[in-house]
């Protein structure tokens, strides 16, 4: 919101890079709630973790895991 209101423009998504990978599991939880109750700021919300244990809790409406494979990445 904060740069919203500095750029006086709304931002449409938000991006966490590995955002998340220091924090505990409750820590990932008490996060995702506050994100999940302010989400309604952004129309896209990207989250970027090599925990694949995020894709088990119920904050997500979708997943893509980005498998990679002989050098390659796939979807």
Same mark, same amino acid.
């Given at each position: 919101?904060?740069?919203?209101?500095?750029? +006086? &423009?709304?931002? =449409?998504?938000?991006?966490? $890079?590995? %955002?998340?990978? =220091?924090? !505990?599991?409750? %820590?990932? !939880?008490?996060?995702?709630?506050?994100? @999940?109750?302010? #989400? @309604?700021?952004? =129309?896209? *919300?990207? #989250? *970027? &973790?090599? $925990?694949?244990?995020?894709?088990?809790?119920?904050?997500? !409406?979708? #997943? #893509?895991? *980005?498998?990679? =494979? +002989? %050098? /390659?990445? /796939?979807?």
């Amino acid at each position: 919101q904060l740069l919203s209101e500095m750029f +006086n &423009s709304p931002f =449409e998504f938000c991006i966490f $890079d590995e %955002g998340l990978q =220091e924090l !505990d599991s409750l %820590g990932v !939880d008490l996060f995702c709630q506050l994100l @999940k109750n302010n #989400i @309604k700021q952004f =129309e896209t *919300v990207l #989250i *970027v &973790s090599n $925990d694949n244990s995020m894709a088990d809790l119920n904050y997500f !409406d979708s #997943i #893509i895991t *980005v498998i990679k =494979e +002989n %050098g /390659r990445s /796939r979807i």
